[in-house]
C-alpha cells in the first residue's frame, strides 16, 4: 500500500493516501494495523528539544519509578513520560508549574494509540535553572557533612551578648532591636553590618561574620528581609555557606520569610522562619525567664525536700542494719572467745609440756622394744645372706677347682724351689742379680744363698 508525501513539507498526505486506497478498493486497516502504521511514521520524526510548563504530574510510580505528567504552553498540551533513570539522573523534583526544556521523541503506544513525548533528557527552564543549581550545590554540601544534625552547635539557651550581621539601612535591624529590648533588654546587642544583595554580597557577609565572631558573642543572628528568589541567592553562595558553616561562634539565620529556604539556612546551627523569630529563638522573654527560675526553684525545693527524704529512710533503714550487724558480730566473737577461753592449753597450761613428756617416753619405749627386734631380724637377714653366699661361692668355685689344682701341680713341678729341694741353691749378689758365673764374684763379696729350706748370707773367699 502506497502512501502520498507531500513534496514541500516533507510530511505524510493522510488524506490522498485514503483516497487512493478507497480508489483501488483496497481493504481497510484493523485498528491495530492503523497504529502500528501511525507508530511507524512518528517513528521517523527526528529527536526534539521542547520547552513548557509541567501540569498534571503524577510519579514517580510507586512500583516502576516513570514519571507521567502533560507540558503546555498557551495554545497546546502533550502528554510526557519520563523513565526512571533518566529521572534520577536529572536530579530534579518534579511539580506542576515548573518550567522545562525537555530533550526526546515521539512514540505511539499500540495498547491505546495514544500520542506520547518520551523524554531522554530534562532540565530545568528560567528561575527553575537556578533551583537546579541551588538543589545540586545543596546536595553536594549535605554529601560533605556541613548539614549533618550532630556538626550544629548547641545555642546558650540565655544568650548575654549577640551580634547581628545585615543591613544596617533596612527595617530589619529596626525588627531585631525592637524585639531583643522588648522580650529581655539585658541582652547586649552588638551590630555588623553589611550588604544582603547584589554583586559582591557574598564577600562582605563573610567579613561580617569575620568581624561579629571575633567579639565573641554567644550567637551570630545572620539575618535579612523578605525577597524574590533571585534576591535571596546571595545566601545561596558556596563561600558563604562554608564561611557559616566554619565560623567558630554559633550562627542562627532569620532569612526571608517562612516558605524561603536557601543553603545557608541548611548550614547554620539554627535555622528561623523570620529575622524577629530568630531575635526571640535566642533571648528569651524576661518575664518567661522568671517565670522558668521560679518555677525550677519550686521542683528545686520539692526535689530536694524529697532526696531529703529519701536519704533520711535510707540512712535510718542503713543504721539499723548497721546496728544488727555489730550486734550479730559481737555475739559471735563473744562465742568464740568463750569458745578458746575454755580451751585445755588455757585452763592448764602445764598439760601441754605433759602431753609432750608422756609422748616422748612413749617414744622412748618403742624404740627400746624395738631395737632388739630390728637386730635380731637384721642378723637373721645376715645369716642368711652369708649362708646364700657360701653355697653360691661353692658353685661358682667348684668347676674350676680342677682347673687350678692341674695348674698348681704343673707350675709346682716347674717351680725352682722343687729343684732347690733336691740340694741345689741360688747365690743372688746384694744387688739382687742372680750368680750364674763365679768369675763375677770377687773375693770377700757378700752373697745370699738361697736353699731348698731357707736362705743364709755368706762372704765369698775364693773363686775358682
Known amino acids: 500500500m502506497a502512501w502520498g508525501r507531500s513534496e514541500t513539507a516533507g510530511r505524510v498526505d493522510f488524506a490522498a493516501a485514503a483516497e487512493r486506497q478507497g480508489a483501488d478498493g483496497e481493504a481497510p486497516l484493523s485498528v491495530s494495523q492503523a ?17 513548557g510548563e509541567v501540569t498534571g504530574f503524577r510519579g514517580p510510580n510507586a512500583r516502576s519509578g516513570h514519571c507521567y505528567f502533560q507540558v503546555k504552553d498557551d495554545a497546546a498540551a502533550m502528554d510526557v513520560i519520563v523513565w526512571r533513570g533518566v529521572y534520577q539522573a536529572s536530579g530534579i523534583q518534579l511539580r506542576d508549574g515548573m518550567q522545562l526544556q525537555l530533550a526526546g521523541k515521539f512514540d505511539v503506544y499500540v495498547g491505546s494509540g495514544r500520542l506520547s513525548f518520551i523524554a531522554k533528557r530534562i532540565s530545568v527552564a528560567g528561575e527553575g535553572l537556578l533551583r537546579q543549581q541551588v538543589a545540586e550545590l545543596a546536595r553536594r ?7 549533618a544534625p550532630e556538626r550544629k552547635r548547641p545555642i546558650p539557651r540565655f544568650c548575654t551578648r549577640v551580634a547581628v550581621v545585615t543591613s544596617l539601612s533596612g527595617s530589619v535591624i529596626d525588627d531585631v532591636r525592637r524585639t531583643l529590648r522588648r522580650r529581655n533588654p539585658l541582652v547586649e546587642l552588638q551590630m555588623v553590618g553589611c550588604q544582603v544583595q547584589g554583586p559582591g554580597a557574598p564577600a562582605t557577609i563573610e567579613r561580617a561574620l569575620a568581624v561579629a565572631a571575633a567579639a565573641r558573642p554567644d550567637a551570630i543572628l545572620l539575618v535579612r528581609g523578605g525577597g524574590s528568589f533571585e534576591d535571596l541567592m546571595t545566601f545561596n553562595d558556596e563561600g558563604l555557606a562554608r564561611a557559616v558553616a566554619a565560623c567558630p561562634v554559633p550562627v542562627v539565620t532569620g532569612i526571608g520569610h517562612e516558605p524561603d529556604t536557601c ?34 526553684r519550686v521542683r528545686l525545693g520539692r526535689a530536694m525536700g524529697a532526696r531529703l527524704e529519701r536519704e533520711g529512710q535510707e540512712a535510718e533503714r542503713l543504721g539499723a542494719l548497721a546496728e544488727r550487724s555489730i550486734r550479730s558480730t559481737l555475739s559471735a566473737e563473744r562465742v568464740r572467745v568463750d569458745s578458746l577461753a575454755r580451751h585445755r592449753c588455757l585452763t592448764d597450761p602445764s598439760s601441754i609440756v605433759d602431753d609432750r613428756v608422756a609422748a616422748l617416753m612413749q617414744a622412748e619405749q618403742r624404740l627400746v622394744d624395738a631395737i632388739p627386734r630390728s637386730l635380731a ?7 642368711d645372706v652369708a649362708m646364700r653366699m657360701d653355697a653360691a661361692a661353692t658353685r661358682i ?17 716347674l717351680s725352682p724351689l722343687k729343684v732347690l729341694g733336691r740340694g741345689y741353691a741360688i747365690a743372688r749378689t746384694t744387688d739382687g742379680h742372680v ?4 768369675s763375677a764374684l770377687a773375693e770377700g763379696d757378700e752373697v745370699s744363698v738361697r736353699v731348698g729350706k731357707g736362705s743364709f748370707e755368706a762372704r765369698v773367699t775364693g773363686v775358682s
Open 141 to 147: 554540601l549535605e554529601a560533605e557533612g556541613l548539614m
Open 263 to 296: 543553603i545557608c539556612d541548611m548550614v547554620a546551627d539554627r535555622r528561623t522562619s523570620t529575622p524577629t523569630a530568630a531575635a526571640e529563638s535566642v533571648a528569651p522573654a524576661l518575664d518567661e525567664i522568671v517565670a522558668s527560675i521560679d518555677d525550677r
Open 397 to 413: 668355685v667348684r668347676p674350676h677347682e680342677q682347673r687350678v689344682g692341674s695348674l698348681a701341680a704343673t707350675l709346682d713341678a
Open 377 to 383: 631380724q637384721k642378723a637373721q637377714r645376715l645369716s
Open 35 to 51: 497504529v502500528s502504521t501511525a507508530k511507524a511514521r512518528v517513528g521517523e520524526i527526528p529527536m526534539l528539544l521542547v520547552t
Open 435 to 438: 750368680v750364674t758365673d763365679a
